[in-house]
C-alpha cells in the first residue's frame, strides 16, 4: 500500500483559488487510481473527482457534479503527486478534503483502501 499526505490547506476568500498536494510513498504510485473526497463534521464523506491509473486509460477524470468545470485534478507519477486545483471557490466548499488511493477510479469511499489523514480548507464569503 501507499501513505497519503496532503497539503495546502488553509482559508481562502469567495471566488478565489488554491491548490491541495497529495504526497505519496511506498511502491506502485503509477499503478493506483487516485480520489479526491471531502467531509463536513457530522456529515458522510463524498466523492469530489478520481483520476485513472497510468495503465489504464492513463489520465481519465471524474468528477462531481457540484465541482465540474471549477475543480481540476492532476497526477505526477515522476512526483508520486496528486493535485486538486480548486477555482471560483463559494463558502460551501469548506470542507475537511482527503485524497484516497485504490485499484480503481471510482465515485464511492470504499473503493480506495488508502487515505490520507485530510486537510481543513475553509472559504470565508
Known amino acids: 500500500q501507499v501513505q497519503l499526505v496532503e497539503s495546502g490547506g488553509g482559508l481562502v476568500q469567495a471566488g478565489g483559488s488554491l491548490r491541495l498536494s497529495c504526497v505519496a510513498s511506498g511502491r506502485g504510485f503509477v499503478t493506483y487510481a487516485m480520489g479526491w473526497f471531502r467531509q463536513a463534521p457530522g456529515k458522510e464523506r463524498e466523492f469530489v473527482a478520481a483520476i485513472r491509473s497510468a495503465s489504464w486509460t492513463a489520465g481519465s477524470t471524474y468528477y462531481a457534479d457540484s465541482v465540474k468545470g471549477r475543480f481540476t485534478m492532476a497526477r505526477d507519477n515522476a512526483k508520486n503527486t496528486l493535485y486538486l486545483q480548486k477555482n471560483s471557490l463559494q463558502p460551501e466548499d469548506t470542507y475537511v478534503y482527503y485524497c484516497?488511493?485504490?485499484?480503481?477510479?471510482?465515485?464511492?469511499?470504499?473503493?480506495?483502501?488508502?487515505w490520507g489523514q485530510g486537510t481543513q480548507f475553509s472559504v470565508s464569503s
Open positions: 484516497a488511493a485504490g485499484r480503481f477510479a471510482g465515485t464511492v469511499s470504499n473503493a480506495y483502501t488508502s
